[in-house]
């Protein structure tokens, strides 16, 4: 039991979820479910609404309609003290990292537990220095954030997202822009740490080879919209259009190559 | 024509949620500030390196200032034959003037960029985004204490103004010209009143403090989120915080010694 929530339950809930800006829908009706202990992935092509999933669920974002529930909590709900007081059991990985420029590795990572606890420094050393080293980084504790690799940024920006020891970590485009060796680093870090914390883990990604590789559950997200979704094996077999045009990277299909436009004849004038 | 319209309207009420939004983060720097006193290592932090950056650029603008007062201040007075009141035209100038307004042009430029830079990188590093993910407000962590050191930080970076362009009128006009040193000081104790021009260029400095910090601060946390927003934005803070100083100068001057 953690805060009440058994671990049968789902941590985290998106109920027929709704969002756009004034006429643009980005998010038509999403459902999706993160259980504790799995991590899910969240594939889909760019601008199809997957970090604005992760906002709507950090509540940066109000849904239009439908809910968030995370811990049972509807999000949107919340108060301002109600949402800081949710987000700290929330650990977030953005896409390069944001570490804080000013601060080196050490404080970065010691951030959160100062900003949120009155434990003693030392307590807090220690504890920096355990999270530090569960990502491999132990030693470069006094690197200013300049100094890091992209890899290595994103392995410190991991450690100060479970500083808290949040029940749910987000992953933003985890994998993207990685070297081969940094990210299988990457990837082996978010199932190990995954299995070892018992926590719920949302990778958003593109990339789908390695999303697959440590994922559960995965949900195929289209213009909105869930369009498929399943373990990793299921969707591999899948033989739905939207599924098929993404794994296997078709130029054409659901997803056309052309943007919406009037034909090209009219546009050159050759039509009569 | 009814476009035409309709577009100017649109402005003005943008330009109107544009101030609305502004007075609203002014007064939540101004309350976070107070707050920020909580944590004096971060203000202190702050002084630091705002005071730190600007003090060389101050102090050798004082004294050059310094010496160009000297030097048109005894040509001026030598017509009247008064060149024994050098110390007082010097010391009035400066506090009352020179030191509060070219110090805030000049702490608009290299502090209040670097305000804006360092703010807008942050934004569009995520790093802002990232705080409040953390649960921590990033106005109450980052902008807050920045606010209140550039506060405090100002008034003293002019007063140090003052006191070094003192220095370069009393080089060119005693050591140089060989205007008499007890008339320079004397006249400069006896005409300076501690109200009247001290009181009244510490009120001006602060004010100006106000303003470079609540601009800089307000343009960097407001900017686009890119490499381009983010050089427009440092840009627009010298450009809106000078103007605001010099706009500001004239009211308060107006204000202030009207009456004597």
Redesign the interface.
Known sequence: MRNGVSLAEDLLELDQVRFGYRERLILDGVSLRFPLGKVVALIGGSGSGKTTILRLI?G?LRPRDGHVRFEGQDVAALDREG???M??R?G?L???G?????LDVFDNVA??LR??TRLPEPLIRDLVLLKLNAVGLRGAARFRTAQLSGGMARRVALARAIALDPPLIMYDEPFAGLDPVSLATVAALIRNLNDALKVASIVVSHDIKDAFKIADYVYLLASGKIVAQGTPAQMGDSTDPNVRQFLDGDIDGPVSFHYEATPLADDLGLRR | MMRMLSASWHWLIDRLVDVGRGARFFLRLCWLGVASLRRPRLVVDQIYFIGNFSLSIILVSGLLIGFVLGLQGYYTLRRYGSEEALGLLVALSLVRELGPVVTALLFAGRAGTSLTA?VG??KA???I?????????PVA?VLAPRFLAALIAMPLLAALFSAMGVLGGYLVGVEMIGVDAGAFWSQMQGGVDWIDDIGNGVVKSVVFGFTVAFVALFVGYEAEPTPEGVARATTTTVVVASLAILGLDFILTALMFSST
């Open positions: 950090g940066m949402l800081y007081a987000r700290r929330m977030m953005y896409q390069f944001a570490l804080f420029t000013d951030f959160p900003e949120h | 360092e990188l942050m590093g995520e790093q985004d990232a705080m409040e993910m953390m649960a921590v407000d962590r």
